[in-house]
């Protein structure tokens, strides 16, 4: 981090996060996420320009003889990545029992990190970085859709009793590519129906509108009234 600094030095910085943000950016947008390349620019964009301010009071250091307090100015960068888990935080939404955002709040900490080494004249290790995160971020996408990921999703099945049975039920769930975790009976007095309900877990499909065959083949068989599949 050079002690002086120049216009041109400042200019190329800023200019050179601008774009890494935006490239790092486009993956979230693209894809619908909350943090997009307008957010991802003024992350990495406060995050230059504090580590220039930085910069510039590195000649400040330290506490005149007359005063108690010492100016610290490596203390800004470290309050950025701070405030950052806020916003990082705010990306990040739960949905029953799936967790969305993830990526998203980690992509706006690597810009973040991204900003500081750019605003702090470290141009080969910021642009470095922000080459990777963009591999990371596009380059494995393809290899992370092909790993078959397990989930859980709710089953509510409701049945006559008198052509059809829990035992069934629960034998066509837990076929190789179901799996019931738990699951509760309900019926009631005087009605001939039975309704099951269950969580089971399953390997996410390629297609996410495609549901398991086993449970489609259950909810054809004789006796079956209304079901329910819910992700």
């Known amino acids: 981090m050079p002690l002086t600094l120049t216009w041109p030095d400042i200019g190329l910085r800023i200019l050179l996060t601008v774009v890494a943000a935006i490239a790092i950016g486009f993956d979230r947008r693209s894809h619908g996420r909350p943090a ?13 320009l504090a580590m220039i301010e930085t910069n510039w009071l590195m000649n400040s250091v330290g506490k005149t003889p007359d005063s108690f307090v010492a100016l610290d100015p490596l203390r800004l960068p470290l309050g950025i990545l701070t405030g950052v888990g806020f916003i990082g935080g705010g990306a990040i939404l739960k949905r029953d029992d799936s967790v969305l955002g993830l990526t998203s709040a980690a992509t706006l900490w690597f810009v973040t990190v991204v900003g500081l080494c750019i605003g702090g004249g470290q141009i080969v290790l910021g642009l470095g970085g922000a080459v990777m995160g963009v591999i990371v971020l596009l380059g494995l996408r393809g290899l992370e859709e092909r790993v078959h990921q397990e989930r859980a999703s709710k089953v509510r099945i409701k049945w006559d009793r008198d052509d059809f049975d829990l035992v069934t039920a629960l034998s066509a769930l837990n076929a190789p590519d179901l799996k019931v975790a738990n ?49």
């Open 36 to 48: 997009g390349i307008r957010t991802t620019i003024l992350v990495a964009l406060a995050a230059c």
């Open 183 to 231: 699951y509760a009976l309900k019926s009631e007095p005087g009605q001939h129906m039975h309704e099951l309900q269950c969580e089971v877990v399953h390997r996410r499909p390629t297609d996410p509108r495609t549901l398991p065959a086993a449970f489609v083949e259950l909810t054809r068989a004789p006796g079956v009234l209304e079901w329910e599949w819910t992700d």
